[in-house]
């Protein structure tokens, strides 16, 4: 079984929203006060393999840190930043998506977008700015699904490489 994750954070580091979409499940997101390790934990605790953007280098740690859950322990790691290097392939998970035709509803925002849309939540109670940062990271986290599958089309069609 594979899960699909993605983290936000607020300015200092902290997380502020984990979405995860385990196939069988279905979509799942925790922010603030929800985030704990026992919630994350129950979700993600069958998966064979994580599915992440960078998340080696950014999720993962932060979720080992913070939650003190280390979910590569438990589970292989497919991140898509590195199949996309081993491709040849340059750009971020944005660029890709539009090089991939991968569309969004919150086109154009960004990982800084995210941080203000959670201050704007959690010191103004702006309750259309945690919907807008909520879809913003379901999107990140749905859009793994098609860029994984696009990705494996490109390997598939490649054979002098090997990922």
């Not at 993605?6 to 200092?12: M, N, W």
């Not at 849309?117 to 379901?138: C, P, Q």
């Not at 098609?146 to 002098?160: F, I, P, R, T, Y």
């Amino acid at each position: 079984m594979k899960a699909y994750l993605d983290i936000e954070t607020d300015r200092r580091g902290n997380i502020c929203v984990i979405g995860i979409y385990i196939e069988q499940k279905g979509f799942v997101q925790f922010y603030g006060n929800d985030i704990t390790t026992d919630n994350v934990e129950t979700i993600i605790c069958n998966a064979k393999t994580v599915v992440t953007f960078n998340g080696d280098g950014f999720d993962l740690p932060l979720i080992k840190k913070y939650l003190n859950l280390d979910i590569m322990a438990t589970a292989n790691s497919l991140d898509l930043f590195k199949e996309k290097k081993k491709l040849g392939i340059k750009g971020g998970l944005k660029a890709l998506e539009k090089m991939f035709g991968i569309s969004r509803k919150t086109e154009g925002m960004n990982g800084y977008d995210a941080v203000k849309l959670w201050e704007s939540y959690t010191k103004y109670g702006r309750g259309e700015a945690l919907n807008l940062l909520l879809e913003y990271n379901r999107e990140d986290v749905l859009n793994l699904i098609s860029l994984e599958n696009c990705l494996a089309n490109l390997k598939g069609n490649n054979h002098d490489r090997v990922v």
